[in-house]
């Protein structure tokens, strides 16, 4: 509850800070191309967009904000929330009115679930439903990007000991089975623990106390590039991957949720403006775990702004064409 309370106040001083400005910077616009060249302008529709404040987010709210506003929308940019809490907060409270969200964290954080569904259908329909009927608020298609938890390790120790699936730690001496993860994900109740049960190497017998390192998000990626830790904890489509060739262990055995993202719309705008199915969905159908993680490491590697990320991208694929 703490937390919720923060992350609340929180956006209130994003939102008193904004007053009917941006919080997210600033937001191409152009002309719509491509697929999108026939759909049915948003002139009248006044909407706000929220994202969370990591680089996937503020790259796909950005997305969100160009093609509106390039199709006539008078949008407000509400990027580069604090957290999860805070953006659904602003859905519920009606501050925004659209953003993107992933299927894992709606069912668990938002509904209540104690576990997620792997099966990315199943985890959708089940959260699309129980979404609209407690809140109005509507799924769209979800993208095939599954930006789950995972666990990775450098090219050269998955080559040496021969493994790609995190069944295969079993395979490793006890004493190589050296793990970094979050303190969040080292406490939730679908988190570490519990996968290790899952694959069938208990905490403790099958891989010791002192074996377990909590570190930040960053310093899980860089430690385990360093080879401080065999495996470490990381999101599947976070741009790191790939700058520092880590291999991502296969989750055979299907312990984690999916995190499949969809624009969530609420019903009362939607209903007004039944077009942005025919916006979104072609662009959200584009969006690869490839295409994120590639994204995502001009931002976190490059350090590009989202907004230039976003447009560029468009423009490439063909939906958008600058003014």
Known sequence: ???????????????????????????????????????????????????????EQLILGKIAAILMRSAGADVQDLTNMPGSDTSRQAMIQGQIQMSWEYTGTAWISYLGHDTGIPDKQQQYDAVRKEDEQKYGFIWLKPAPM?????????????????ITKLSQVRSVPVKERTFCVESEFANRNDGFEPMLKHYGIPLGSGVPRDNIRTLDTGAVYAATSKGDCRFGEIFTTDGRIKSLDLVVLEDDKKYFPAYNVAPVISKKVLDEYPQLR??????????????????????????????????????????????
């Not at 599954?146 to 021969?162: D, I, Q, V």
């Not at 690869?288 to 931002?299: C, S």
């Open 1 to 55: 509850m703490k937390r919720l309370v923060a992350a609340v106040s929180a956006l209130l001083v994003v939102l008193s800070g904004c007053g009917l400005g941006t919080s997210g910077g600033f937001v191409p616009t152009g002309a719509l191309q491509g697929p999108l060249s026939s759909v049915k302008g948003l002139d009248g529709l006044t909407i706000g967009i929220g994202s969370k404040s990591f680089q």
């Open 146 to 162: 599954n930006n789950s938890y995972g666990f990775a390790m450098t090219r050269k120790e998955s080559e040496r000991l021969g």
């Open 278 to 323: 025919d916006l979104l969905q072609p662009v959200s159908d584009k969006l690869t775990d490839e295409v994120l993680i590639e994204l995502n490491a001009q931002v976190d590697v490059d350090g590009r702004e989202p907004a230039d990320v976003a447009m560029d991208w468009l423009v490439k694929e063909g939906f958008v064409s600058r003014d």
